[in-house]
C-alpha cells in the first residue's frame, strides 16, 4: 500500500503525486476498459504498466503538466488522476482534465471535491488566469462537471472527435480566475 503522502485534501479524496506504484494496481486496467474510457480519448490503443511507469516518470520532469492521483480518504483507494496540462506559464493557462477509473466511486461527487481542489490551486497557488477542459458531446458527466467547477461553454468544435465509429462534437468549456475565486 501507498503511504497518504497527501499534497491537496477534502472531506471525501485527497490528492497526491502519482508514484512508479500506482501503474501496478487497477489504473493499467481503466485505460483498457471501454466503460471508463467511453467519454475520453484513451482506450484507442492497448496501454501496458512500462507505458504507465513512463508517463509517471515523466509527469515530473515537466513543469506544463501537474498530475495528481485521486485517493479515496477512507481506503486510501486510487480510485482516478487529475491534472493541469498543457501549462502555459506567459499566458497563465491550463487544461483541466480528469480520468475517474474506479466505477464504484462514479456518482458520489468525488469527481467535483478533486476538481474545486486542482482548478482552486491552478489559480490560487499557481497564479493562473484561465483554466479550460473540452469534452465529447455525449460525455454529460464532464459537462455536468465543468458546469460545477463554474466553467462557461465557450463553444463547439463540430464533429471533432471520432469515436466508437462516429463523428462527435467536442464542446469547449473555460473559466476565469476572478469567475472561480
Known sequence: ????????????????????????????????????C???????????????????????KSNQQLVFAMIENKNHTHIGNISLQGINWINRTAEFAIFLGEKSYWGKGLAVQAGNLIVN??????????????TFSNNQ???????ALKMTQEGVR???IYKNGIYLD??????????FL
Open 1 to 36: 500500500m501507498i503511504l497518504p503522502n497527501e499534497f491537496l485534501s477534502a472531506d471525501g479524496l485527497y490528492l497526491r503525486g502519482l508514484q512508479p506504484e500506482d501503474a501496478a494496481g487497477n489504473y493499467l486496467k481503466w485505460f483498457n476498459d471501454p466503460e471508463v
Open 38 to 60: 467511453f467519454g475520453n480519448s484513451h482506450g484507442v490503443f492497448p496501454v501496458n504498466q512500462k507505458s504507465l511507469v513512463e508517463y509517471i516518470d515523466n509527469s515530473y
Open 121 to 134: 490551486h491552478g489559480f490560487s497557488d499557481m497564479n493562473l488566469n484561465r483554466i479550460y477542459c473540452g
Open 141 to 147: 458527466g464532464m459537462i455536468k462537471l465543468a458546469k
Open 158 to 160: 463540430r464533429k471533432a
Open 170 to 179: 467536442m464542446i469547449e468549456f473555460g473559466v476565469l480566475r476572478d469567475e
